[in-house]
């Protein structure tokens, strides 16, 4: 994409002291790792998804 600057994980926590990495660790789960784990959760669960 365009216009979009990359940054990976290494070059996002390089300057954090230790509560600045735990916070940023927080915020990344409660943002992104949680949403896709209860969504995996719900697919899971849903009836229409249960093999015969």
């Known amino acids: 994409m365009k ?4 940054v990976t ?4 926590v390089r300057g954090l002291n230790q509560d600045e990495l735990k916070q940023f660790k927080k915020e990344r789960y409660k ?3 949680k949403p896709l784990t209860d969504m995996n959760i719900k697919d899971i669960e849903d009836p229409r998804c249960k093999k015969q």
């Open 3 to 6: 216009g979009i600057k990359k």
């Open 9 to 12: 994980l290494e070059e996002a």
């Open 31 to 33: 943002k992104f790792i």
